[in-house]
T-cell receptor
Framework: KNEVEQSPQNLTAQEEEFITINCSYS?????LHWLQQHPGGGIVSLFM???GKKKHGRLIATINIQEKHSSLHITASHPRDSAVYIC???????????FGTGTRLQVFP | DTGVSQDPRHKITKRGQNVTFRCDPI?????LYWYRQTLGQGPEFLTYFQNEAQLEKSRLLSDRFSAERPKGSFSTLEIQRTEQGDSAMYLC????????????FGPGTRLLVL
């Protein structure tokens, strides 16, 4: 079993739909990260959180430390949100990242 | 500052050849990480530097792989006697030397071993 599990693996949506991507982890962490990766490889950090909830524009990330679970929500999705969204956790000792396999999101107009 | 840069962006090599990749982190960042990502998978940790000290290496990093960060600034990752299984995207990231810091990623070097 992977230390970081994401679901779903693939997700298609119509523009304006509300989207949720889930992440569960099984190791001790110092923080959880949500990352976005566009075709071509570039990875951008969206959120880093260790408790509660963070919001940036149409993106919302939540984490439940007790349940070892996090969600990324996209409100009013847009085709430009199409990308791979990766959940990663910082290990408690070195801050190295342990990644999930990613969720490929496609938003159609 | 233009962020983390990696060179080259793409590399095609024949099996058995040696390759070297370079990463230039954000200038004030003490921590530097190397990750590897194969097609359809999330990245995997390879190694980590704090300044010039290599503090952790994954068991994925076989003895054909070596990484250096001689002056605590740029880093190089060398793969000797490349194998087809080494084909992947090699990602570098850097961060400040504090707990729970955001890691900033470079664009990656895509390696194809023929």
């Amino acid at each position: 079993k992977n230390e970081v599990e994401q679901s779903p693996q693939n997700l298609t949506a119509q523009e304006e739909e509300f989207i949720t991507i889930n992440c569960s982890y099984s190791v001790g962490i110092s923080a959880l990260h949500w990352l976005q990766q566009h075709p071509g490889g570039g990875i951008v950090s969206l959120f880093m959180l260790s408790s509660g909830k963070k919001k940036h524009g149409r993106l919302i990330a939540t984490i439940n430390i007790q349940e070892k679970h996090s969600s990324l929500h996209i409100t009013a999705s847009h085709p430009r949100d199409s990308a791979v969204y990766i959940c990663a956790v910082s290990s408690a000792d070195t801050d190295k990242l342990i990644f999930g396999t990613g969720t490929r999101l496609q938003v159609f107009p | 500052d233009t962020g983390v840069s990696q060179d080259p962006r793409h590399k095609i090599t024949k099996r058995g050849q040696n390759v070297t990749f370079r990463c230039d982190p954000i200038s004030e960042h003490n921590r530097l990480y190397w990750y590897r990502q194969t097609l359809g998978q999330g990245p995997e940790f390879l190694t980590y530097f704090q300044n010039e000290a290599q503090l952790e290496k994954s068991r994925l990093l076989s003895d054909r792989f070596s990484a250096e960060r001689p002056k605590g600034s740029f880093s190089t990752l060398e793969i000797q006697r490349t194998e087809q299984g080494d084909s992947a995207m090699y990602l570098c990231a850097s961060s400040l030397d504090r707990a729970q810091e955001t890691q900033y990623f470079g664009p990656g070097t895509r390696l194809l071993v023929l």
